[in-house]
Every structure is written in C-alpha cells, then in structure tokens.
C-alpha cells in the first residue's frame, strides 16, 4: 500500500496534464484495454487461468463498474480541479471505507486505528493546504472536486467489496477479471468518445499519460490493491491514501511544478506518524 500511495499520487499529476486534450472515456477505455492484456499474460505464466474463477461473473461486473466509474470521474474532475485539490478529496477515501467495511464485512476500527486516521488526515490536510490556515478557509469545494468525489466513494465501496467477493483466486487472476469487467462497462458507455478521438493527432503527453496509467498505475495499483484488501481491514489498506498528497508534492517538485514551503513537510511528519499506528501489530 506504501507503494499504491506513490503510483496513485503520479496519475494525479500527470492526468491533469491530459485530461483537457482527450475524453475521460477514451482515456481510459484504452487504459483498460491496454491493462488486460497485460495482466490477463501475467495470470496465464503464472499459473494459467481456471475455468473455477469464472463462477458467479456477477462480482467481476459490479467490481469492474465501480473501478472505471473512479477513474473516469477522476479525470473528468482534473480537467477543472488541481492536483493537490483532487488529492485532498482522495483523502476522504479511508473515512468511507471504515464505513462500507462495517456495513459490508463488519470490520471494526479500533481507538489505534482511528486515531491513526485522524493523525494522517490532519497531516494530509497539511500537506493539502502547503501549512497556510488561510488557504485552509478560504477552500471552497469546485465542479472538478464535486465531480471526482462520486469517484471517491466507489472507491471506497470498491475496497471491501474485494474480500467479499473473493473466492480464493489468484490475485493477478481476480484483477483480470475485474479489468475486463471494467473494460465493458467503458466501451458500453463510452464507445463512441473512443471512435471520435483522433489518435493520430493528440499531443506527446497524452501517450505518455497513458502508457503510465495503463502499465503502472492500472496494472500494478489493481494487483497491490487486490493483494492488499484480502488481508488488511479496509480502513488500515485505505488509510495509506494519507501519503497521497505527499507523493503528489513530490511528482509535482519531479515535473517541475514548484517547491513547497519547509513548514509542510510536518504534514508529511504526521502521515508518516499514522502510518507507524497503522503498522503497529493488533490482535
């Protein structure tokens, strides 16, 4: 999950790059198609893919709908909303998901545990607001926020749906399925954003957006998060989205996008400082 943080964290910066030169749905149509290819090779050298795992098919299409809905709201809400901003609302990711890991697994976070959420929120926020309480107040909520919001929470759904439906099959297997699934439901609805993008004509960074998403932040994300999810509770595998906004800081300083002040980096103190309860072994 230390590594999911940090390729998450680069799909924020680069998608906000791309996101106003394609469609969402093109985008990621083509992400998803890429990603199953590659994992359903995966899935076939290590082990093959048994007719067993295609039992109840129904958990794939609601795990795959929920999958492409975040992403396509994701990218639909950079086009207006900052990398930091979009950061801050994944931030509300570990919150939900405590809540659907009760009401669907019965997963109960501990005192350590929420307060370990708490820590790392205040410390995301830090982050989030570069250490200036008047940026802090004077946040008011966008259309691109709004918008990546719904994404949030099919995230956060999404998470404890994965050991729920899990019957036992190899990861890169499962992951598969949930690509393909999700690979569906965008060509359904977003067919024709696919056909009309001229591919031929879009700028180097889209390409570049794209092979990350589909390789990196598709590929590996799905897998690690599928590994993670059937043996963590979902509040502890989300809770790792605190370290989000830190990794966003750091895509931006790598891409050139500024330095923050030294006084946010005791945000980042304070998610490392969550992460370390998080860690801390529980019976």
Known sequence: MLVFSCLVAGSFSLGSMAANEISPFALNGARFIIASVVVGMLAMVTGGIPREALRAPWRYAILGGLFALYFVMMFEGLKTATPVSTSAVFTLTPVF???F???IMRQITTRRIALALAVGATGALWVIFRADLSALLAFEVGRGEA????GVVAHALYTPLVPKFSRGERTFVFTFFILVSATIVLMAFGWRD???TDWGALPPIVWITLAYISIVATTTTAS????ASVR????KVMAYTYLTPSWV???????GHGVPSVLVFGGIGLTI???YLLLKHEP
């Open 194 to 196: 696919l056909v009309a």
């Open 249 to 255: 800081i750091v895509w931006e300083i790598a891409l």
């Open 101 to 103: 890991g009760y009401l």
């Open 97 to 99: 998901a405590a809540f």
């Open 232 to 235: 963590l509770a979902s509040a």
């Open 273 to 275: 400082l969550a992460l």
């Open 147 to 150: 918008i990546y919001f719904i």
């Open 224 to 227: 690690l998060l599928a590994f």
